[in-house]
């Protein structure tokens, strides 16, 4: 049984046991117990209304940490997969993604996730503006390191596959992950 159902339970028994040595007399003391009855378990019902819709938020949060954290490692081994191949428009498709993707880490609720959730979208979160700086500093084909730009990316990939496997979705190994979202907008395209 959950909490509340054993609170509940205890509540009727306790109002039982004071109904059998002080039971009402009147008319009035009969409609004040009612009365009393009915607001605890009106108190009760909005209790466990309250927790269960923080649960309901809690493991939305956890989704969308996790959500992000999956997104962060496909668009860094794209981008450090484009880095290799020092192919520019893979790299600023990638970039823009990546912008998207932080977006969608800023939307997840911070007071919502536990310890380890906060840690992982905070860390990915300074991961993700730190990688947006590096590929700012060479805006122009000619100027970029190629080799250190891979690096980059290459390096933070351990860091975010760590949390991944941490939060419970290890990254996919077998077969291309899958920028979530993407896929539905390209079907779209695909149909006109």
Known sequence: MNHPVIVAL??????????????????FEWAAW???TGVLMALMWGAQLQREAALRSGRQAGHIAALFA????????ELADACAHRNPADFT???????EILAQG?????????GRGLAMVTSLRTL???????????????DRDWAALQ????RRLPSI??????????PEHSGPTDYHGLRTSMDQLERR
């Open 10 to 27: 205890a509540a009727l028994v306790g109002l039982g046991m004071v109904l059998w040595v002080a039971p009402p007399f009147s008319a």
């Open 34 to 36: 009612v009365q009393a």
């Open 70 to 77: 999956s997104n962060m490692h496909w668009v860094f081994r």
């Open 93 to 99: 498709v990638h970039r823009r993604i990546l912008e």
């Open 106 to 114: 800023r939307e997840a609720s911070l007071q919502q996730l536990d």
């Open 128 to 142: 993700a503006v730190e990688a947006l700086e590096v590929m700012v500093a060479s805006p122009h084909e000619e």
């Open 151 to 154: 690096e980059h990316f290459a």
């Open 161 to 170: 596959a760590a949390w991944l496997s941490a939060a419970g979705h290890p």
